[in-house]
């Protein structure tokens, strides 16, 4: 006979509640006229909010480890962080769409509501402690994922940019599939305590195969070289306002996961996998970092900045083993990252007029003649992503630097530093265009007119990014506590 516990269902508080919302709102959209569809836009938004208030007091009263959905299903400081970094940056990324989904007359309710299943699938992501519940939750993320790429309808780049992403992705969730079902069958078990109990007696041959099927997967889904094709072209073809919720809470989510699986659920085999990770690290910011000095593009640009970055984010969990705080400095290195994309993107997309998208570099020309503010808070952005100091970038790099030297990879540090000082070239050449050079086109000389939410949504991104520089310190503990 089976014993079932009853799961504790207030654990699931914030999945629960976006879950009826999007049926509600699911609902609201169909009888809504055309001029109210911006009620479908306010309910998501409102969704965001009230998810981020019940997972609140789960962090302050459940400080210890609780398992409940029959072990598919964690609460710890750990998930409950990376859900409050989630909410918080989807609701951003809606709030810089909104103008631009209106702008191009895109699927406007299907939009906000594909993008609240796609952070449903992310907080079961987050909480997931079994092999199922990932998949289950990348599912949930990918496939609400590949309809938002395609949703303007009138480009053909976003259709050829959907295809891609759907077709990679499927390539990599059979690769995940394939190594659960080889790690099921020599452990017995999906749940990654048991998976990590059980791997000690396994043949090491075998369990190797399941790792390097499973890490090609997670590897996609960071966008890593070697599985890093679909990143510029999904970044450039997607609608802007897609290319910025694909760079912003999906990375979050898919470093969760990657602790889940690597750090709880393979702890033995961490040499294995720390030096996979050294070779897909150091590939990925010397590719990202080269490639992306010749692109004339600026999405295409920050697609392959993000494969660097997503490189350095590794460094901290191949310190980690070795490192007091190496995974602390990973987390601390996502979250800040996601934040200044999310702002870089969402400044592309306020300057995207209808029928027009200027997501040329030279497009950027003159912005400080245009919009001074609007130049100002890119170049923090700018500076953020270069490493320059006092912008919250700085201690992000300092912090994955210290961890790998304390972990006795003193070369890796060197290696990692010398890249970034590369990458800082194509960063701070945004920076001159923007502050010295002369606009070229007619439409550049217009001045830039934003509607006032805009303007406070862009200018609490990028002063947020300047005051986590200055006063990074709360974040660093947050970030070390949790971990």
Known sequence: ???????????????????????????????????????????????????????????????????????????????????????????????????????????????????????????????????????????????????????????????????????????????????????????????????????????????????????????????????????????????????????????????GITMRILVQGMPSLHIAWEQILIVIAVLSMFMGNLLAIVQANIKRMLAYSSIAHIGYTLLGIIAGPNSQHGYSAALFYISTYVLVAVGAFGIISLLSRSGLELDKLEDYRGLNARSPWLAFMMLLLMFSMAGVPPTVGFFAKLGLLVSLVEAHLVWLAVAALIFALIGAYYYLRVVMLMYFEEPTEAYARTPVVLSPDMMIAVTINGIAVLALGILPSTLIELCRIVI
Not at 35 to 61: D, E, G, K, M, S
Not at 88 to 93: D, Q, T
Not at 136 to 165: N, R, T
Not at 230 to 249: K, N, R
Request: hydrophobic share 55%.
């Open 1 to 255: 006979m089976i014993d079932f516990a009853l799961p504790t269902f207030s654990l699931a508080g914030p999945e629960i509640a976006m879950l009826i919302m999007a049926g509600i709102i699911l609902l609201v959209d169909v009888m809504l006229p055309e001029r109210l569809r911006i009620v479908t836009y306010l309910l998501v938004q409102a969704t965001l909010v009230i998810a981020f208030l019940l997972a609140i007091p789960q962090y302050r009263h459940h400080s210890e480890v609780l398992v409940t959905f029959n072990g598919h299903y964690v609460v710890d400081r750990l998930a409950i962080l990376l859900k409050l970094f989630i909410y918080v940056m989807s609701f951003a990324s809606f709030v810089y769409a909104r103008q631009y989904i209106e702008e191009r007359k895109m699927l406007r309710g299907e939009y906000y509501i594909l993008g609240l299943f796609c952070v449903m699938g992310m907080s079961v992501m987050a909480s997931a402690y079994s092999l199922l519940t990932i998949y289950l939750g990348l599912e949930l993320l990918s496939l609400p994922l590949y309809a938002m790429v395609a949703s303007y309808k009138d480009s053909q780049q976003a259709i050829e940019a959907a295809m891609k992403y759907f077709i990679m992705g499927a390539l990599a969730s059979g690769l995940l599939l394939y190594g659960i079902s080889i790690l099921y069958g020599l452990t017995g078990s999906i749940s990654i305590p048991g998976i990590a109990q059980a791997i000690h007696t396994a043949p090491s041959s075998t369990v190797m195969l399941a790792l390097i099927f499973i890490m090609a997967a997670l590897i996609f889904k960071f966008g890593a070289v070697p599985f890093h094709m679909w990143v510029p072209d999904v970044y450039q073809g997607a609608p802007t306002t897609v290319t910025l919720f694909i760079a912003s809470a999906p990375k979050i989510a898919a470093f």
